[in-house]
């Protein structure tokens, strides 16, 4: 025997029945009418709890329905909170989903690109003007995508891990390939492009060396290198004659300059970058140790 009246037994709703009608008085001048209906109360008072308890667990077993009862109430999670399994699911497929978006479709493009740009470059035994035009259009291509797909990337949020990979690649093959061509065909003399080659392959893994410390940011100097190193490479490019075959040694010269001069930066950069890395986890570590 739990100690419940007889008059809650029909659950909080007979309980309050029973307690108004001992509070109006049907037992007149008695004090069993008042101790009936303190014991209806009480009784009301702990059936309510269990009642709720009950409607809870019923709400629980038949899938979280919250609101009104409709069908598009029904919250999506498991009994610990967690969310469900189809929904980790949904947003999987989001997340490959957004590989495909303007950004990385314009670094595919350039990736494309980069065995066109051969193929054109060393048609017809490579001195062809037709076909170098042809190369020199498709390596314009590829560096005017590389101004705009990292752009939109930041500014529209479709940063993907493939893009962080493929867009250094891109960038370095139809460059390097360029170089090369020129260089085979005598155009080029090798040195030079040994030079911005290691300079720009050497940069590179020295950002995945201290990467654990921060990140080296693209400076206006490295900005401008890039810009004149296109400029350069497309002039040597086209079959250019007379003074523009002069101008063309001049561009290609400032960007030496400004390859070695960044990269040497991009050096200090790393150094700086290492040893402040360094100094912040030892200080973090004897915080720990006090």
């Known amino acids: 025997m739990t100690?419940?009246?007889?008059?809650?037994?029909?659950g909080p709703s007979g309980a309050r029945r029973a307690a108004a009608g001992a509070a109006s008085g049907q037992v007149p001048g008695s004090s069993m009418g008042r101790s009936a209906a303190r014991s209806a109360e009480g009784g009301a008072a702990g059936a309510a709890p269990d009642a709720r308890q009950g409607a809870a667990a019923g709400a629980g077993d038949s899938g979280a329905a919250v609101g009104d009862g409709s069908e598009s109430a029904v919250v999506d999670t498991q009994d610990d909170g967690k969310p469900a399994r189809g929904g980790k699911l949904a947003a999987a497929a989001v997340n490959q989903a957004s590989?495909?978006?303007?950004?990385?479709?314009?670094?595919?493009?350039?990736?494309?690109?980069?065995?066109?740009?051969?193929?054109?470059?060393?048609?017809?035994?490579?001195?062809?003007?037709?076909w170098r035009s042809l190369a020199w259009a498709a390596f314009a291509i590829a560096m005017i995508t590389d101004l705009f797909d990292g752009h939109l990337a930041r500014?529209?949020?479709?940063?993907?891990d493939f893009?962080?990979?493929?867009?250094?690649?891109?960038?370095?093959?139809?460059?390097?390939?360029?170089?090369?061509?020129?260089?085979?065909?005598?155009?080029?003399?090798?040195?030079?492009?040994?030079?911005?080659?290691?300079?720009?392959?050497?940069?590179?893994?020295?950002?995945?060396?201290?990467?654990?410390?921060?990140?080296?940011?693209?400076?206006?100097?490295?900005?401008?290198?890039?810009?004149?190193?296109?400029?350069?490479?497309?002039?040597?490019?086209?079959?250019?004659?007379?003074?523009?075959?002069?101008?063309?040694?001049?561009?290609?010269?400032?960007?030496?300059?400004?390859?070695?001069?960044?990269?040497?930066?991009?050096?200090?950069?790393?150094?700086?970058?290492?040893?402040?890395?360094?100094?912040?986890?030892k200080a973090a570590l004897e915080e720990k140790e006090a």
């Open 99 to 130: 590989v495909w978006n303007v950004a990385n479709l314009l670094t595919m493009l350039r990736l494309i690109l980069v065995p066109a740009f051969v193929a054109l470059m060393l048609a017809d035994g490579g001195y062809d003007p037709a």
């Open 155 to 160: 500014t529209y949020n479709l940063v993907t």
């Open 163 to 281: 893009g962080k990979i493929a867009d250094p690649i891109a960038d370095k093959a139809i460059m390097g390939a360029a170089l090369i061509c020129l260089s085979a065909l005598g155009d080029l003399p090798w040195w030079v492009t040994g030079v911005i080659l290691g300079r720009e392959l050497g940069i590179t893994l020295l950002r995945f060396l201290v990467i654990r410390y921060g990140v080296i940011p693209a400076s206006r100097g490295g900005k401008l290198k890039t810009l004149t190193q296109g400029v350069a490479v497309g002039m040597y490019v086209l079959a250019l004659t007379g003074w523009l075959a002069t101008l063309r040694f001049w561009v290609m010269a400032a960007a030496v300059v400004l390859t070695v001069v960044t990269g040497l930066d991009y050096v200090k950069q790393a150094i700086v970058l290492r040893r402040q890395g360094i100094a912040e986890r």
């Open 3 to 10: 100690g419940v009246p007889a008059s809650a037994a029909g």
